[in-house]
C-alpha cells in the first residue's frame, strides 16, 4: 500500500490515506521526554502539517480572519523558515471557536506548496523563496456563519483538486497547478432547490481509488457519494444520503470505498465502487450508525477498519462485511484522524493524549504519551523516525533521542 521514501505530503499522508512507512518512529514521549524541538505557531490554524525534504508547510490565520498567511518550518531545526502573509480579508463571516479561519490543510511536491483558505483564497507558493506563484480568490462560497473553511485540496497529476460545498454553490474543481486556472468545474448532480441552505454544505477531501484498470475520485458532499473520472471531472456513479457537513475523508479497501454521510447522525457506508450512474440501491454494500465518526477519518488495516468518534469510541470493524469486533471508550475528545505506521495505529485525542494500539482483533493498548500544553485538532505528520504535532501554539518534533 506505501511506497519506499514516501513524503507526508497532504492531509492523511502520502496516499491520503492515514499509512506511512517508518523505521524508528517513537513509542514514548512528554513534554520532557523525546522532544528534539517546539516551535510557536503564531494566531489560529488545524489545518494539518505537511512535509517535503527538509521543510514543513501548514496555514495560521488571525482569531478575526483578517490575515491569512503558509509557515515554513526547517524540519530539522525547527526555526520558521517563511512567514508569508497570503491574503488579507476584509469582512469574513463568523465562524464558531472549534474551528479556524485555516483549517484546510495544505499540499506540497517539489519545489511548490499550494495553500487554501475556503472561499477566502487559494494560492501556489514557491518552496526556495517563498514567493507567491498565483492566486485564486474568485472561487467564492458561503460557508455559513458559525461554520468556516475546512475541505483540503489535493495533486493528482497536473492538477490541484478540491471540493467547494457551501450553501450557495456545491461543485468540484480542478486547477492547473502550473497557472492556477480552472482545468474543469464540475457542479454536484443534486437538485437542492428543496433542501434547506444550512444542509447543503459540506468539508471532505476527495480520494483517489482504482476504477478497474483506471482510477477514479471519490468525493463526499452534502446529500450524496460522488465518484468522478479526475482527468476531466465527468461523472460516474452517485449514491445518494440524508447528511451534511461531512469532513472525514474516505478509504479504500477490500475492493470497498468507506465513508461517512452526516455529521449529526454519523453513519459509515461500505460502498462497492465499479458502479454507473445512480448506485444507492445496488451498490451499499454496508452501514453502520453506533458510534461513527462526525470528524476523524477512518482507517482500513488490511481486513480491519477502524473509526474513533468524537466521544472516543474506537470501533473495529471487519472491513468486507462490517461485523464490530471491538468498541473501546478512550479519555477525551478525537477530531484528528488516525495513523497506521510500524504495525501499530495512532489515535490522538484534542487534550493531546495519544494511545498507540496494535491493529488486531482484540484491543491491545502499546502506550499512551501526553504533552502538557494545548489542545490538538489537526492530524499530526510522520516521516521515517519522527511525529510532527500540532497544537493550538506549538509545533513539536518527536523523535527517539539519540544516545550519546
Known amino acids: 500500500m506505501s511506497l519506499a521514501n514516501e513524503q507526508w505530503s497532504q492531509f492523511r499522508g502520502p496516499e491520503g490515506n492515514g ?7 517513537p513509542l514514548e514521549w512528554s513534554e520532557n521526554k523525546n522532544i528534539s524541538w517546539k516551535t ?37 531545526t525547527g526555526k520558521i523558515l517563511y512567514d508569508i ?36 483564497g487559494t494560492a501556489c507558493i514557491d518552496t526556495s523563496s517563498g514567493d507567491i506563484i498565483w492566486t485564486r480568490r474568485d472561487l467564492k462560497c458561503d460557508h455559513e456563519n458559525g461554520a468556516g473553511p475546512a475541505s483540503s485540496p489535493f495533486l493528482f497529476n497536473d492538477y490541484l483538486i478540491f471540493n467547494v460545498d457551501g450553501r450557495d454553490v456545491q461543485y468540484v474543481i480542478a486547477l492547473d ?26 468539508y471532505g477531501t476527495p480520494l483517489i481509488i482504482p476504477r478497474g484498470k483506471e482510477e477514479q475520485m471519490v468525493s463526499i458532499g452534502a446529500k450524496g457519494v460522488f465518484s468522478y473520472d479526475p482527468q476531466n471531472g465527468k461523472e460516474l456513479w452517485k449514491a445518494l444520503h440524508r447528511g451534511w457537513s461531512i469532513a472525514p475523508r474516505p478509504v479504500y479497501g477490500e475492493g470497498l470505498v468507506f465513508t461517512m454521510i452526516d455529521r449529526d447522525r454519523p453513519e459509515l457506508w461500505a460502498i462497492r465502487p465499479d458502479g454507473n450512474g445512480d448506485v444507492t440501491d445496488s451498490h451499499i454494500a454496508w452501514k453502520s450508525s453506533k458510534r461513527m465518526p462526525p470528524r476523524a477519518s477512518p482507517l482500513i488495516v488490511g481486513e480491519l477498519l477502524f473509526v474513533v468518534d ?14 464490530l469486533f471491538w468498541q473501546e471508550r478512550m479519555k477525551g475528545s478525537f477530531s484528528a484522524s488516525p495513523i497506521h505506521t510500524n504495525g501499530l495505529i495512532y489515535f490522538f485525542n484534542e487534550d493531546t493524549v495519544c494511545t498507540i494500539i496494535k491493529p488486531a482483533r482484540k484491543l491491545e493498548v502499546v ?17 521515517n523516525n519522527s511525529i510532527y504535532i500540532r497544537t493550538a501554539k506549538n509545533l513539536y518534533k518527536i523523535k527517539v533521542a539519540s544516545r550519546r
Not at 499509512?19 to 518512529?25: K, V, Y
Not at 482569531?63 to 498567511?69: D, E, I, P, S, V
Not at 501526553?370 to 492530524?379: F, N, P, R
Open 85 to 120: 502573509h497570503v491574503f488579507d480579508v476584509e469582512s469574513p463571516q463568523a465562524i464558531t471557536i472549534d474551528n479556524t479561519y485555516a483549517s484546510p490543510t495544505p499540499v506540497i511536491e517539489e519545489s511548490r506548496a499550494y495553500v487554501h483558505f475556503g472561499t477566502y
Open 367 to 383: 502506550a499512551t504519551n501526553k504533552l502538557t500544553e494545548g489542545q490538538l485538532m489537526a492530524t499530526p505528520a510522520i516521516d
Open 177 to 202: 497547478k502550473e497557472s492556477g486556472k480552472t482545468a474543469w468545474k464540475t457542479n454536484r448532480s443534486i437538485d437542492f432547490s428543496s433542501v434547506q441552505v444550512n444542509q447543503r454544505k459540506a
Open 40 to 76: 510557536a505557531i503564531h494566531d489560529r490554524g488545524w489545518s494539518s502539517p505537511v512535509i517535503w525534504n527538509n521543510q514543513i508547510w501548514m496555514t495560521t490565520a488571525t482569531k478575526n480572519g483578517k490575515k491569512m498567511f503558509a509557515l515554513c518550518v526547517d524540519k530539522e
Open 310 to 323: 468524537r466521544n472516543g469510541y474506537i470501533s473495529c470493524l471487519e472491513a468486507k462485511t462490517g461485523k
Open 19 to 25: 499509512h506511512i512507512n517508518t523505521t524508528s518512529l
